[in-house]
T-cell receptor, first 112, second 111 residues
Framework: DAGVTQSPTHLIKTRGQHVTLRCSPI?????VSWYQQVLGQGPQFIFQ???????GRGNFPDRFSARQFPNYSSELNVNALLLGDSALYLCASSRYSYNEQFFGPGTRLTVL | QKEVEQNSGPLSVPEGAIASLNCTYSDRGSQSFFWYRQYSGKSPELIMSIYSNGDKEDGRFTAQLNKASQYVSLLIRDSQPSDSATYLC???????????FGDGTTLTVKP
């Protein structure tokens, strides 16, 4: 079975722009979570979606939003990009909201 | 104080030794506990999950959970140089809709 896929792999944006990151979960997984990881730190939780509903939100500003589609894929949107948004954005899928999460390869976002 | 605390390391052990990694968490409502391994430049890879108090063994890895002490540990037996990586502890509180990772412990296994 294919693992979690994310697109794009790398992205360069300038301050103030908008970005959309995409994630396809493992087949049969109904939950998708998004994380931001900067060098030297663990992943920081942004959102969890389960069965197309938001189940959890981390401590991120309203510039961050997400949604989950009927096929369980997901998008993370970030508006009004700041330099500090430069990070590795990770998507993880799980069968349910509480069990093992499997990570995709990530999207490396650079904001100039 | 971070919600999930890990010793940052680096932890260095000789090949064949036992590596012991520790994690404490503050949210008593947490129900699910995980250990991930992350190689430099890669995404986290799941090693173990544990949901109830006690030990859980999988090959060379043993996870231990003590909810009363809010403590999770990972033992790696017969450590190999390929085990050199950053090990992340993660906890999930489903009721709160929250997933929290520690900042990881860097392990180096020397041949």
């Amino acid at each position: 079975d294919a693992g979690v896929t994310q697109s794009p792999t790398h992205l360069i944006k300038t301050r103030g722009q908008h970005v959309t990151l995409r994630c396809s979960p493992i087949s049969g997984h109904k939950s998708v979570s998004w994380y931001q990881q900067v060098l030297g730190q663990g992943p920081q939780f942004i959102f969890q979606y389960y069965e197309k509903e938001e189940r959890g939100r981390g401590n991120f500003p309203d510039r961050f939003s997400a949604r989950q589609f009927p096929n369980y894929s997901s998008e993370l949107n970030v508006n009004a990009l700041l330099l500090g948004d430069s990070a590795l954005y990770l998507c993880a899928s799980s069968r349910y909201s509480y069990n093992e999460q499997f990570f995709g390869p990530g999207t490396r976002l650079t904001v100039l | 104080q971070k919600e999930v605390e890990q010793n940052s390391g680096p932890l260095s052990v000789p090949e064949g030794a036992i590596a012991s990694l520790n994690c404490t968490y503050s949210d008593r409502g947490s129900q699910s506990f995980f250990w991930y391994r992350q190689y430099s430049g890669k995404s986290p890879e799941l090693i173990m999950s544990i949901y109830s108090n006690g030990d859980k063994e999988d090959g060379r890895f043993t996870a231990q959970l003590n909810k009363a002490s809010q403590y999770v540990s990972l033992l790696i037996r017969d450590s190999q140089p390929s085990d050199s990586a950053t090990y992340l502890c993660a906890v999930i509180n489903t009721n709160a809709g929250k997933s929290t990772f520690g900042d990881g412990t860097t392990l180096t296994v020397k041949p």
